[in-house]
Every structure is written in structure tokens, then in C-alpha cells.
């Protein structure tokens, strides 16, 4: 797909239409220069339409729903050859299941999304590390801003817990940040709770351009996480806010596996990008899961390793396992709370976790109509 690389902004400059291969640098840096911004994922170095058709976190998400919420019409090659537009007119129930369930269906040669004008505002970023003796107080005021998810879309939450022994040569330490969309003045009242929490680090970034902004954040196309070719697995789970015994049970775990120094890199992602947005879109347009709307928290432990070993694959696994379990068992009053983010999941959840139910059996009569062989299933597949 990567020779598909056109990016066309139409002459009424709200619809941009993108190619089926473009990466989300080439398409931010072009807007950018023509003063527009589209909701897309936070690293440089994934496609637009990838994270899109599995939903599409973003730290626009906020002001605009997930990126799918953003899909204005599609161009999709089907399992029989046939090439079809789609869009709220054009096959409308494909359309339908494209966003949120559409890798499933065919290839998106181009699609067209909304663009917005670019705010006057910059952003600010204020990076915070704690170590492991303030685990709770962070998590008390991680709770507090977040709020269910329900905060001005101007302030996006994320960051990691991970080993950076600078701050501790024994345990993992949070290092999180607060991006938000306006003055470091303007953020204070947000920053002043996580300082309560007790904070070792505080550095603060100001007037962040946004096309400087997934480079600060360190999600650039050079940066670490866009790194290729690593032992991988991620064990995710979404959750309406953190439970701290559970937080805690978890960093437990993650401490001890990251202890042996092959996983020493891995990183265990905190991510709440606000959810004020993605509500207010109609639940019912998209094949989008109710619970990835409802439950804010996107928390997935990532475990990288060096070595090709199956033990240390096994030994990765059983503690993402342990781990997802640890964070799902703290949340058990929610009958939301097993699901799975389908763009993080590993491929051991039930389709129930990551479609959601009543989404799912829409989307398997679909497939039987737009692929009944069965061609497309190269990720987490229907059949
Ligand atoms: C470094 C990194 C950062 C991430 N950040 C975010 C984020 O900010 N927000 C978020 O929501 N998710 C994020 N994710 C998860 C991401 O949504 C998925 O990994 C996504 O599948 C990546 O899409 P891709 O096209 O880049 O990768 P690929 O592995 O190439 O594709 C992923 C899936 O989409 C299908 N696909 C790709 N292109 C097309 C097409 N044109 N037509 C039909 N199917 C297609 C592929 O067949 C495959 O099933 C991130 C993942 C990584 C590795």
C-alpha cells in the first residue's frame, strides 16, 4: 500500500482526501502547512487507515471522536475483485463496518476524512516521573483529572510506567505527561494536582507547534516507539478509571519480569485521551464497541525483549497475562470491563472482548455477503 501515498485537500478545505499507504507523518506535516489538522493515531510511523479502521485513538479525540468518526466516504477493493465506493449514501452497512471492524472486509485503496482548521493556540507539555513509593497518590490524581474521561478536550493524558535509572536503579518509575492545548498557565490547575501526588521531576514545554507535537511527545517516526523488529506483546485492557490495588498488584508483576534485564525496555502504556468527544458522536453509525466510547482508560502493559528464545516468549506472555488479569480483577463492578481495545489486542481474546456483542453478530452477517470465503483475516479475524 505504501506506493498509495496521494493527500489531496478539497477546494472547500474540510475533507482531505489520503491514499490507502499514507503514514500519519506525511499526512499531519501536509496539513499542517495548509493550516488544517484530521484526527489520526499519535505515532508518526503507523498508516492513517490502519488505526482508523479498528477505531483510531487520537489526541484529538476529545474535540472530534476517533478517527473513524472522521471517515467521510471509502474506496474498497472487495474478496471478488469488484472496487466499491462507500460512504453514509454508497453501501451504507459496509461503510458501517469499515469503521471499527474494517480490515476485515476488503482493502481501502483511498478514503476522504475531515480536516479542521488549525487551533491559534500551541501545545504545552508538562513530563512528570514519580517513583514507586508514590504509585497511589499518582494514581489518586490520575483518577481526579481524568474523570471517567469526561474533561475539556484541550488536555489529553498519557505516559508509561517503565525503568529509566536515572530516577530509580531498583524499580520501574511513572513518567507521564499532560498535553494540553493552551498556555502552561492554563494547564496549572491540572499540573498542581499531579504535584500533590509528589512528583521527583517536573519539566514543562511550552508553545509546542502541532506538527512538533508527536516528536515532543517522543512518538516520532526516529523515536523508540516507532522501532521495528522487536519481540513484541501487549496484553491491553480498557477501563472506566484505575483501581490503586490493582495498579499496584500489576506493577508488581511488571517489576519482577522487568527485573530480568531482557524485558528491561518494556513499557506499561497509561492512556486517556479524553472521552468527551467520542461520546457525543451517534453510538449506532460505526461498528465502534459501545465500551470503547464509555470506558476512557486504555492501559496496555508492552513487553519487549531481546533474544528469540520460545522461553522468553512464554515467560513474556504469562506475565502480560497476569498482568491483564490483575488490572481487570480490580474493576469487576463493571460488566464493561473485559474489553479489549480491538486495535491492542494479541489474538487470545474472544470476539466478544473486542467487537463488542451486539456489533459482532451485524458484522458476521456482513461478512458473509462482503467476504464469504473468508480472504480477509489476517488480524483478529471474524471467522
Ligand atoms: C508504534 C505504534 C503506535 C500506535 N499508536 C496508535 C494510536 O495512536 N492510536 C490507535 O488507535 N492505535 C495505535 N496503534 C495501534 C494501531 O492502531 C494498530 O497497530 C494498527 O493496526 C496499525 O496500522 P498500520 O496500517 O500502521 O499497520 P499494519 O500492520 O500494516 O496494518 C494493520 C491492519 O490494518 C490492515 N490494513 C492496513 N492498511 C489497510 C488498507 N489500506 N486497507 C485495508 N486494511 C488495511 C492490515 O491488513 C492489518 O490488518 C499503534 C501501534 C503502533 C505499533
Redesign the pocket.
Known amino acids: 500500500?505504501r506506493k498509495?501515498q496521494q493527500i489531496e485537500l478539497e477546494s472547500n478545505g474540510t475533507v482531505v482526501q489520503v491514499g490507502?499507504?499514507v503514514?500519519?507523518r506525511l499526512l499531519t506535516q501536509t496539513l499542517y502547512e495548509k493550516g488544517k489538522q484530521a484526527v489520526?493515531?499519535?505515532?508518526e510511523?503507523?498508516?492513517?487507515?490502519?488505526?482508523?479502521?479498528?477505531?483510531?485513538?487520537?489526541?484529538l479525540q476529545g474535540f472530534y471522536g476517533?478517527?473513524a468518526d472522521n471517515l467521510v466516504s471509502a474506496r474498497?477493493v472487495l474478496a471478488n475483485g469488484e472496487a466499491v465506493a462507500t460512504s453514509a449514501t454508497e453501501h451504507p452497512d459496509l461503510f458501517w463496518a469499515l469503521r471499527g471492524a474494517?480490515?476485515n472486509?476488503?482493502?481501502?485503496?483511498s478514503?476522504r476524512i475531515k480536516t479542521y482548521d488549525l487551533p491559534r493556540a500551541t501545545w504545552t507539555i508538562v513530563s512528570m516521573v514519580y517513583t514507586q513509593d508514590r504509585l497511589e497518590d499518582f494514581i489518586d490524581a490520575l483518577n481526579d483529572v481524568d474523570n471517567e474521561g469526561d474533561h475539556v478536550p484541550e488536555l489529553v493524558l498519557a505516559g508509561a510506567i517503565t525503568r529509566i535509572a536515572a530516577f530509580d536503579t531498583v524499580h520501574p518509575i511513572v513518567a507521564y505527561q499532560l498535553s494540553y492545548l493552551g498556555t502552561a498557565d492554563e494547564v496549572e490547575p491540572y499540573t498542581a494536582r499531579f504535584r500533590q501526588a509528589g512528583p521527583i521531576s517536573v519539566t514543562t514545554a511550552e508553545n509546542v507547534a502541532y506538527n512538533d507535537y508527536y516528536i515532543a511527545t517522543s512518538?516520532g517516526y526516529n523515536q523508540t516507539?516507532?522501532q521495528k523488529d522487536k519481540n513484541i506483546s501487549g496484553y491491553a485492557i480498557s477501563l472506566p478509571r484505575y483501581n490503586k490495588t490493582a495498579v499496584r498488584t500489576t506493577f508488581n508483576y511488571f517489576s519482577d519480569l522487568t527485573l530480568d534485564a531482557r524485558y528491561i525496555t518494556s513499557v506499561w502504556l497509561l492512556e486517556s485521551y479524553g472521552s468527551r468527544g467520542v461520546r457525543t458522536q451517534d453510538y449506532g453509525a460505526t461498528a465502534i464497541p459501545p465500551a470503547e466510547r464509555n470506558l476512557p482508560v486504555l492501559t496496555v502493559p508492552i513487553t519487549w525483549w531481546a533474544g528469540d528464545s520460545a522461553e522468553a516468549r512464554e515467560k513474556a506472555e504469562k506475565y502480560g497475562k497476569l498482568m491483564r488479569a490483575s488490572l481487570a480483577a480490580g474493576e469487576h463492578e463493571t460488566t464493561e470491563s473485559s474489553h479489549v481495545?480491538l486495535?491492542?489486542a494479541m489474538g487470545g481474546e474472544s470476539l466478544e472482548q473486542v467487537y463488542g456483542v451486539k456489533p459482532l453478530s451485524k458484522l458476521r452477517a456482513l461478512k458473509h455477503r462482503y467476504d464469504p470465503t473468508n480472504k480477509?483475516r489476517?488480524?483478529?479475524p471474524l471467522e
Do not use: D, W
Not at 492513517?48 to 477505531?55: A, Q, R
Open positions: 500500500m498509495m490507502g499507504g503514514l500519519q489520526t493515531g499519535l505515532c510511523c503507523t498508516s492513517i487507515i490502519g488505526p482508523l479502521l479498528g477505531g483510531g485513538h487520537s489526541v476517533y478517527a474498497v474494517g480490515h472486509f476488503g482493502i481501502v485503496t478514503f512518538n516507539t516507532c481495545y486495535n491492542y480477509f489476517f488480524y483478529m
